[in-house]
Structures are given as structure tokens and as C-alpha cells.
């Protein structure tokens, strides 16, 4: 099993930067991508940024040039730095983490992170 804890997230004005983490541990052979998705009220889950081992990474149209992803392979751990914060940001946050305990990957998700950007 893959356990995932996520931090960073919280209530910031518009304009402002927060940086959230997930740390994935367990039985892991190896981690092939990480990501973060969000969830705003009455919406459907979305992809925000996703980054695989190599360091490729993908972003939504709507953080292009404000969110980065990163990822430090050591620790297992993931990052997405959101900076110039807009109202519509405002979303639960999702850590997503494929992974091999085995043989096959599965997709595993963190307990989601709140944040909050006011106006």
C-alpha cells in the first residue's frame, strides 16, 4: 500500500503564494508520476500539473506561467508552488501519485488540501 500526506494549503489573498507538498511512502518500488488535481464546489475534479520521473511536466492552461511542479525522487515527495493566486484557485487539492508496489502501477490520491484565495 501507498500512503500520501499532503501540507501547504490555506487561506491567502489574491496576488499571493502558497506551496503545497506530498509525501508518498509504503511499500514502493517505484513512483512513475505526480500530480496534483483540484476540486472546486459543484465542479469536476481537474488536472492542475502532472510531472513523471523523468521530469516532464504538464500544466492546465489556467496556472501556465503562475503554478511549477516539482518533485524530489529521494523523498518520494511532490511540490506545486502556486504563485500570483487567483479567487478562481480556490479548490480542494488533490495529490495524485502513480506507483508500483508490485508489478503493476496504481494510481493512488492524498486526502486533499483546502485552499482558499480571497479577493
Known amino acids: 500500500q501507498v500512503q500520501l500526506v499532503e501540507s501547504g494549503g490555506g487561506l491567502v489573498q489574491a496576488g499571493g503564494s502558497l506551496r503545497l507538498s506530498c509525501a508518498a511512502s509504503?511499500?514502493?518500488?517505484?513512483?512513475?508520476?505526480m500530480g496534483w488535481y483540484r476540486q472546486a464546489p459543484g465542479k469536476q475534479r481537474e488536472s492542475v500539473a502532472v510531472?513523471?520521473?523523468?521530469?516532464?511536466?504538464n500544466y492546465a492552461d489556467s496556472v501556465k506561467g503562475r503554478f511549477t511542479i516539482s518533485r524530489d525522487n529521494a523523498k518520494n515527495t511532490v511540490y506545486l508552488q502556486m504563485n500570483s493566486l487567483k479567487p478562481e484557485d480556490t479548490a480542494v487539492y488533490y495529490c495524485?501519485?502513480?506507483?508500483?508496489?508490485?508489478?503493476?502501477?496504481?494510481?493512488?490520491w492524498g486526502q486533499g488540501t483546502q485552499v482558499t484565495v480571497s479577493s
Open positions: 495524485n501519485v502513480v506507483a508500483k508496489v508490485g508489478v503493476h502501477p496504481y494510481a493512488y
Open positions: 509504503g511499500s514502493i518500488t517505484s513512483i512513475d508520476a
Open positions: 510531472i513523471i520521473r523523468v521530469g516532464s511536466t
